[in-house]
């Protein structure tokens, strides 16, 4: 292991200085692009982001547009406020709750994501370790998983059992570890070359200095790219805090985003007897989903770094 | 794709796994002591509460029996209290409701529901959950037995809740030794609920709840009268002919603009105008739903021409279509059959707006030779049913509080209890004007949308805050239309077919009759889909109401 | 340097190709491996103890509530629970098969599950490679933002904007019947309405699946791409000799856990449209369980079908990894 450290050490940092000097130029290997194929490519990249930025415009747009606007486009999303206020964001932001969730949020997927990430490596590296023990009956259970899915009534019951209810931890264990992650990232383990395990067996390494030491750090993309999906996945789900969380006041910020955007339409639904002119509808429900979304795009470029491009060359050579 | 997906997957495997509310396995197959249980002789044997009409504030526009709600042009300007004492003892009560807007701040941080727990004398733990999930939310609060005190039902008469009768033999409290008869005094704002309402919370010979009343009116037909006028078009056009002819002039796709919504609010109005049964007919022994009735067969023929005609707006079969954003923005001119308390909203929503004008559609025949029957609401939003109760005579003492904190919630329109629950406290959720109109402040508004509405509630009252003439057009309204009321024979009686199996077979139904009206299928398709429907629940859900209306039950 | 040279290259960087495990574990636990079993647990005690806490979650979260599935079999009451409610064999499975209308919402389930599988499914791929083929490392970073936000709109969202834009009413239509044009109509067509959910699925998940593979990708070694280049490789060979080689694991890992959730095809996204085109266009095995089901509270019947898509899920994933690994792929799980 002694032996293994440093040269890894020395490949990792001499890579992330490689890769950074590489960010804006072609490497010097690589051919001038063919104008044709950059036009082809260019065209079909500008197209996709149009169809992503337009409607993303329209709902910025729309919650910040006046009543007057959205009456002038037939009661539905603005293109261009004419009239531009901000009230739709005040209006959602006052008396607090979306501000707590939103606290109640971000400490919920970070926890949830720091704990995800260790018991699903952990149980990825057992079952990716050849011939380990239990590892096999562990793995089909672990596939198991992906293709039954629980019912609502029967996890409340379990949840209920374990005294969570309207504790914050039944947002996260329920859902700590998921299954597809588990196999996703144990594909991974399993190409990290086989020599390093030899050569830490060799050494004496025991299972959990192999892990932290040479699997995690040769396996930051994989780590990065399951952590965002374990990200937002807490982030985005509300359905759990529905069933588990009984005050209103520990709610997190998707399930509030979910009682602005589901309750426009019911027909004969009763109406409050409130007195205060309200922002539109249709922009309340814009801007909060516009400020639930801010944060994600926040933290976003900090994880894209470790997948974006090759971090670990070089690595593999030992 | 990965872990993302979870969510949407679960939901369904709700039905897979999880599954579960009240569930009869198969086919309606209820079970028969239970029926028994909740049969029509022992229902009708139950003391309904008395009703004690609160005379303590007068209205400008008084309420009649026969269902025409009260109306106020302005406040009260005396607003006595009605409940002299602390109904709580320093305990705390818990509840569960629906929620039609976003939540409100905790109770640390809300100096409302602070103020409502001071009133109250016991600390009040409210669930919320948002009026789409509820069922769901409902469900497993069942299967869990993680019962509040007070649970409302979900929204509807009877309530779709699967084997309610034993669910509600089970695990809630019988109250009639509370409120029956007489007994009922004891809680004066409880028995300002009038008779109608009360008897939807008749099961298994007993008064299982509290009713949320609403009125027999249940719906208007809103309209755009300014769009209207500008056309100088009558507002209440008299007979098909009329109203096809107000639809084309009103309609102009190239303003975006169209007469009517959603295909289900234009099927309501026809429903009127063709003299269908409200639901079900009871005449004679014989027990037929509308379907059954060639009445509705010209109201699928007049649907079909008036979506060939093009004066329905065009995603009118698309269930979600935001029909109160439409109507605000004028692309849509009629609202037919909205919720009415929906009056208040739709002036807030265009308080900027000077040329709106909110206006009320009357319904006439056919032939246009006078107004058409117009179809009751049940009277109730929900029932709020309470758990049953441990300690000496099944919590005898708790189930007490329940109710005296229930009957604070119920302070009539005018008191000051209902200046509080509404309005909350003068200088910090609301402020008056010269009149003594109230007007939530931002902060009353965020801070006062606790559902307890749905856990208790005055009758409705017709009051529009600053707009004296409004409670004179809807009170104008409502007793143009009450008086040609027709009701549903069945409301207050329990199906499970009803309550259950009922859900697949209307959709199924309907999606049919909507093929039907596109002209994807042909109208004699019809008969096929009527009878598929009468073998799958009709004729069972007749099988479960008849005995019912045989026993004595009163058509309510 | 030959085709056959440049993916033994390929191989030797070892993403997720077919590995060699036999030869290689058979060194690093040789030693180990010549006790008998209740040694080889010993041996692994700190390696369980590493992976236990997740596999307890798993276990506990997932597989105990699906001792629920048992009221596929019950006329389940939930106020009785699982315990006090009738046993009613397989009568929640005959109702299902001998309903016309599940006959339908399978044959629809299945027709997507095909179009997802094979059109949308690779879609991510795609849209990887072609940003991985662009030289600016900020702008592929920034379009690869752009594209992954759809992602974060939930369906009710997803659906009333494409309503929004291309409904009988929306911004395309009224910009087309003001101007004398006719309508293009999409929404509410039920011969487009499966072509519909299809653009809806890749406007909303597409830019988000690509970061998997682009987490593959960085994996590569870059000098092989040099070492190719040097030899001649122009670009597009490169990609067909290198890039993609190293992404057919992970590609096929990916396509049999899809398959194995493949009876499920957008809940939400279907039920939320299921008005205008009617239930005959529409109707899939998830919205049929809601719609026949959840909705009449017929919960038997709802976990029988649930039982059912699980069994044919279990019945792909098997198929489909038998056919990984006779093409030597090494699938989900290993032989």
Not at chain 1, 174 to 179: E, G, L, S, Y
Not at chain 2, 326 to 350: E, K
Not at chain 3, 205 to 231: K, N
């Amino acid at each position: 292991m002694t032996t293994t450290q440093p040269s890894l050490d020395e490949a990792t940092i001499g890579d992330s200085t490689t890769s950074r000097s590489r960010t804006s130029k072609r490497p010097v290997w690589m051919e001038k692009p063919n104008p044709f194929v950059q036009l082809v490519k260019f065209l079909a990249l500008l197209i996709s982001v149009a169809l992503v930025i337009i409607p993303f415009w329209s709902i910025i747009a729309t919650s910040i547009a006046d009543q007057k606007t959205i009456n002038d486009s037939g009661g539905g999303m603005v293109m261009w406020p004419k009239g531009v206020t901000l009230s739709a964001y005040a209006s959602v932001l006052s008396g607090g709750v979306v501000t707590r969730a939103m606290i109640i949020s971000i400490l919920i997927t970070v926890v949830g994501t720091l704990l995800s990430l260790v018991t699903t490596a952990g149980l990825a590296y057992w079952l990716s370790r050849p011939r380990a023990a239990g590892a096999k009956p562990m793995l089909l259970l672990v596939l198991g998983a992906v293709l039954f899915t629980p019912g609502i009534i029967p996890s409340y019951l379990v949840v209920r059992q374990l005294g969570l209810i309207d504790s914050w931890w039944s947002l996260i264990l329920p859902v700590m570890v998921n299954a597809f992650n588990v196999i996703v990232m144990r594909a991974f383990f399993q190409d990290l070359p086989q020599e390093l395990f030899e050569s830490a067996a060799l050494d004496g390494a025991s299972s959990l200095t192999t892990l932290t030491r040479i699997v995690l750090p040769l396996s930051k993309a994989v780590l990065a790219v399951i952590g965002l999906f374990y990200a937002v996945s807490y982030w985005n789900a509300f359905f759990n805090a529905l069933l588990y969380i009984q005050s209103s006041d520990k709610w997190p910020m998707a399930l509030v985003l979910r009682t602005f955007v589901v309750n426009q339409t019911t027909i004969g639904g009763d109406q409050i007897g409130a007195t205060e002119v309200l922002p539109p509808q249709l922009s309340l429900q814009m801007a909060i989903l516009v400020i639930a979304i801010v944060p994600i795009l926040v933290v976003y470029p900090f994880i894209q770094r470790h997948f974006a491009k090759g971090v670990l060359i070089g690595a593999v050579k030992g | 794709m990965s872990a993302f997906q979870v969510t949407r997957r679960r939901l369904l495997a709700g039905a897979g796994g999880a599954a579960l509310l009240g569930a009869t396995g198969l086919a309606g197959c209820s079970k028969s002591s239970s029926d028994e249980a909740n049969s029509a002789t022992v229902n009708d044997s139950v003391k309904l509460p008395t009703y004690v009409r609160y005379q303590g504030v007068k209205p400008d526009l008084p309420g009649t029996d026969a269902g025409v709600d009260p109306a106020f042009r302005y406040f009260p300007t005396d607003n006595p209290s009605v409940v002299p004492e602390k109904p709580g003892n320093g305990g705390s009560v818990s509840g569960m409701a629906n929620i039609y807007y976003a939540v409100p701040p905790g109770p640390d941080r809300n100096s409302y529901w602070q103020g409502l727990n001071e009133r109250l004398g016991t600390s009040l733990q409210l669930q919320m959950v948002s009026n789409a999930d509820y069922t769901t939310k409902f469900a497993t609060t069942i299967a869990g037995n993680d019962l509040p005190d007070m649970l409302q039902t979900p929204n509807g008469s009877p309530p779709p809740v699967a084997n309610l009768p034993q669910l509600l033999d089970k695990r809630f409290t019988n109250l009639s030794e509370y409120l029956s008869g007489d007994a009922i005094k004891e809680y004066p704002n409880l028995a300002n609920i009038p008779t109608a309402s009360w008897k939807s919370t008749i099961f298994n010979g007993g008064i299982y709840g509290i009713p949320i009343p609403r009125g027999l009116i249940g719906s208007y037909n809103f309209i755009r009268a300014d769009l209207f006028e500008a056309k100088g078009l009558p507002t209440s056009p008299k007979g098909y002919d009329e109203l096809l002819s107000v639809a084309k002039e009103l309609t102009d796709p190239k303003s975006r603009r169209w007469a009517f919504g959603l295909m289900s609010q234009l099927r309501q109005i026809f429903a009127g105008m063709n003299d269908e049964p409200t639901v079900w007919k009871y005449e004679n022994g014989t027990l037929t739903h509308t379907y059954e009735t060639e009445q509705f067969k010209q109201s699928v023929t007049d649907m079909m021409a008036f979506w060939k005609a093009g004066v329905v707006h065009p995603d009118a079969f698309n269930t979600a279509l935001p029909f109160k954003q439409l109507f605000n923005a004028g692309t849509v001119a009629i609202n037919g059959h909205d919720g009415y308390p929906g009056w208040t909203q739709y002036i807030l929503d265009n308080a900027s707006n000077s040329s709106f004008k909110l206006g009320l559609m009357e319904e006439y025949k056919r032939d246009g030779s006078g107004l058409a029957p117009w179809h009751l609401g049940s009277g109730i939003f929900s029932f709020t049913m309470l758990k049953k109760q441990d300690g000496a005579n099944n919590g005898k003492d708790k189930i007490t509080t329940l109710l005296r904190v229930l009957n604070w919630l119920a302070a009539p329109f005018g008191t000051s209890e209902y200046l509080y629950r509404l309005f909350g406290q003068k200088g910090v959720d609301h402020t008056v004007d010269a009149k003594n109109n109230p007007s939530l402040t931002a902060t009353g508004t965020a801070n006062t949308v606790l559902p307890i509405r749905y856990l208790a509630d005055s009758p409705y009252t017709i009051y529009q805050p600053g707009r004296p003439g409004d409670a004179d057009i809807q009170h104008g309204y409502q007793s143009k239309e009450i008086p040609t009321g027709r009701a549903n024979p069945t409301t207050g009686l329990f199906s499970n077919t009803a309550a259950t199996d009922n859900a697949t077979a209307d959709k199924n139904f309907n999606d049919g009759v909507n093929e039907i009206i596109q002209g994807r299928q042909p109208m004699s398709n019809l008969d096929g889909l009527i009878s598929t429907w009468k073998s799958s629940v009709g004729d069972k859900m007749r099988n479960d109401y008849l005995p019912q209306l045989e026993g004595g039950a009163q058509p309510k | 340097m030959s085709n056959r040279e440049l993916s033994s290259v390929a191989s030797g960087g070892r993403l997720l190709a077919a590995p060699d495990a036999d030869t290689a574990d058979a060194r690093s636990t040789g030693r180990a491996r010549r006790g008998g079993t209740g040694s080889r647990w010993s041996r692994d005690k700190l390696l369980i103890g590493i992976g236990l806490p997740g596999a307890i979650a798993l276990i506990l979260f997932q597989y105990v509530p699906l001792l629920g599935n048992v009221i596929a079999f019950q006329d389940y009451q939930p106020y009785l629970g699982i315990t006090g409610s009738d046993w009613v064999g397989f009568e929640n499975f005959a109702a299902m098969f001998e309903d016309p209308k599940f006959y339908t919402a399978l044959y629809n389930t299945l027709i997507l599950t095909v179009i997802q599988t094979v059109l949308v499914f690779p879609i991510p791929l795609f849209i990887a490679l072609l940003l991985n083929s662009l030289a600016g490392e900020r702008l592929k970073r920034l379009l690869q933002s752009i594209l992954y936000l759809p992602h974060f709109l939930s369906w009710v969202i997803v659906v009333s904007l494409f309503q929004q834009m291309l409904g009988n009413a929306g911004m395309l239509n009224t910009f087309l019947v003001q101007n004398g044009l006719p309508m293009f109509q999409v929404i509410g067509v039920p011969e487009l309405f499966k072509a519909l959910l299809t653009t809806q699925a890749i406007w909303k998940d597409a830019g988000w699946g690509t970061i998997i593979f682009l987490a593959a990708i960085s994996r590569i070694d870059q000098e092989m791409y040099e070492a190719a280049a040097v030899d001649g490789a122009g670009p597009w060979k490169r990609m067909w000799n290198i890039t993609l080689p190293s992404l057919k694991g992970l590609f096929i890992l990916l396509l049999i856990l899809r398959l194995g959730n493949s009876l499920s095809v957008g809940f939400e996204q279907i039920i939320l449209q299921q008005g205008p085109v009617g239930l005959p266009a529409s109707e899939v095995l998830d919205t049929y369980v809601f719609n026949n089901g959840i909705l009449s509270q017929e919960w038997g019947t709802s976990a029988a079908v649930g039982l059912a898509k699980t069994v044919v899920g279990i019945g792909l994933v098997i198929g489909a990894n038998k056919l990984a690994h006779l093409f030597g792929e090494r699938g989900v799980y290993e032989k």
